[in-house]
């Protein structure tokens, strides 16, 4: 390939985040109300403190108001549901975050499923995942999300490509699926019993690597010219690497994500993307 683009997740998420906090100060001079979200985390996972702490900084800086919670990591299923129950009562929360993975003890689809469905700017409630599914405008999980809205920073067409994605989760795999199949690609979704998951991935115009194993996506998986997606973050011997072995990709494809500042950056600037809709739709605005 002789010309390469990096996508530069960081631009994208900048840009995103410019308009949301312009259209939140806009709203606040006209309703003298602003976006509150509510961050809740279950334990001491070091990762996870760190992205808490990032979304409670970004919040500040779009002019939301942040709630943040802080569970201990014995913290018992009924007292979360009934954190949950209150910040579903309280009128200055458009957006409730629960920090994915809990404790082995909760029960975490029970845990999504109290929240309510106006409020889950994850889009992972059972209903809004049918939303979703059957083609609807709810929202949408915020990683998923984020890789279209670089596709169309970067004007790469979705229709009619053939689209793979390695990986089924429901945070990434299966919501990618649905929303590219919306917007009118060919979907397949390969995992860990696909036969011949090269040979399908070869296939791919656009290849989405969501597995979480580093440099798992090898130059024999990529087609020369296609556009490369990488949702793995995975640390090795202290350094951030993704599912796609970059160095030997960055030869074959049109374009592709870094790790970091690829996709990462986008997904919390889609989350406060969802709270500002979240807020906009509890207003009548
Ligand atoms: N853990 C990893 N990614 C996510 C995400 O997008 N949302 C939540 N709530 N937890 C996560």
Known sequence: MDVMTLI???????????????????????????????????????????????????????????????LAADTEEKELLKLIAELNANPEVN?????????????????????????????FHPVNVGILTSGGNGPAPCTPAGII???????????????????RSNI??????????KRHATVTICHSRTRDLPAVARSADILVAAIGKPRFVTPDMVKEGAVVIDVGINRVDGKLVGDVDFEKEVEKAAFITPVPGGVGPMTIAMLMKNTLNAFKKANNL
């Not at 602003?34 to 779009?62: F, H, I, Q, R």
């Not at 809205?149 to 990986?167: H, N, P, R, S, T």
């Not at 990434?172 to 199949?181: N, R």
């Open 8 to 70: 530069d997740g960081k631009k994208v998420s900048a840009e995103i985040k410019e308009q949301v906090a312009a259209e939140t100060g806009r709203l606040q001079q006209q309703t003298g109300k602003v976006p509150g979200l509510a961050v809740v985390l279950v334990g001491e996972d070091p990762a996870s403190a760190v992205y808490v702490k990032n979304k409670n900084k970004t919040c500040a800086n779009m002019g939301f108001q942040s709630f943040s919670h802080t």
């Open 95 to 123: 957006g409730i975050l629960v920090q994915l993975p809990l404790p082995a003890h909760i029960n975490a689809p029970k845990v999504l499923e109290a929240v309510d469905p106006k409020k889950d700017v994850d889009g």
């Open 149 to 167: 809205a670089m596709l169309d920073f970067y004007k790469i067409g979705i229709e009619g490509k053939q689209a793979v994605i390695l990986g």
């Open 172 to 181: 990434v795999g299966k919501p990618i699926a649905s929303l590219l199949l």
